[in-house]
């Protein structure tokens, strides 16, 4: 994917030893012959990665593995690669939703687990290359007692990287601005900062963030600010951004609405707070996938 591939090209820059795990034979001949092309601020450069692996490549066991791949496609995508990853395998999530650690736990109970969130704005303009849409802070921290020493080799490539000892209000923040943003973005057919200049959708993200707001409060999960303002800024900070779930909606692929706005109506209902507004944007999505994907 798109994060995946800006952070490959950072291990390439500093020289750091990286494999990339490519789905398929194909996607690993695509990437020899055509490279790996990452545009930033109007300037291209092409990477040609020399470690690429197919499922049905053989190779060491993975000693750290970086994981940038959609929320629904993570265990399958760990399966495929089962023969190379070992008890003692670093599994690092950098990824949307919520959801997914407690999947990995119960399937690798015995690996060290990290949490990872990416203020970074990446987006495909064709399938080689990746236009970097703006520059952010990514953070990392343990889904247990795991110590900052195993991602070291993270800062060195990237020195916005930080630690966090208790990523998980991060994380939930993160997830807050997601659930604001993605799907907004897929039913108004825009990038992040077009949805500032509509008044349908900014008064649905209101409504949105406000639902959000009540079930941070009864989590007592912390806000530094109003949620709103939050997604604001975000909007324009990444106002030329086309959101991973609009890149998802345009190729037809699945998207990540379970882990996003459909786990926050789960754990409203859970808990028991409506969520209306979240329930209302989830059936209009359902609506325009089955027209547009199977029309």
């Not at 670093?90 to 109970?109: D, F, S, T, W």
Request: net charge positive.
């Amino acid at each position: 994917g798109s994060i995946g591939s800006l952070w490959a090209s950072r291990f390439i820059d500093k020289q750091v030893s990286v494999e990339l795990l490519l789905r398929d034979e194909k996607k690993v001949a695509q990437l020899k012959t055509k490279g790996l092309t990452i545009r930033h601020n109007g300037e291209s450069k092409t990477y040609h990665p020399e470690l690429l692996y197919a499922p049905s490549h053989t190779g060491p066991a993975i000693t750290h593995l970086l994981i940038t791949t959609k929320a629904h496609q993570t265990l399958p995508a760990l399966q495929t690669f089962a023969q190379r990853l070992s008890p003692s395998t670093h599994l690092i999530l950098l990824q949307n939703g919520m959801g997914v650690a407690n999947e990995i736990k119960q399937r690798y109970p015995s690996n060290p687990l990290f949490l990872g969130i990416t203020t970074d704005g990446a987006y495909r303009s064709d399938p080689d290359t990746v236009v970097f849409a703006g520059e952010g802070e990514s953070w990392f921290g343990p889904a247990n007692n795991e110590k900052p020493e195993a991602l070291s080799t993270l800062k060195t490539v990237h020195p916005a990287s930080q630690w966090e000892a208790n990523i998980y209000p991060r994380i939930w923040q993160k997830f807050a601005i997601n659930c604001a943003i993605n799907a907004l973005t897929v039913l108004y057919q825009c990038k992040n900062g077009a949805l500032l200049h509509n008044q349908d959708a900014r008064l649905q993200l209101t409504e949105i963030c406000i639902e959000i707001e009540a079930l941070f409060h009864k989590k007592n999960i912390p806000l530094p600010e109003p949620l709103l303002e939050m997604a604001l800024r975000v909007a324009e900070k990444t106002a030329d951004n086309v959101s991973s779930m609009l890149q998802d909606f345009r190729a037809k692929r699945p998207l990540e609405l379970a882990y996003l706005n459909g786990h926050l109506c789960k754990e409203a209902a859970r808990i028991g707070i409506k969520a209306p507004a979240n329930l209302a944007l989830i059936k209009k999505i359902d609506t325009l996938i089955a027209s547009s994907y199977h029309p």
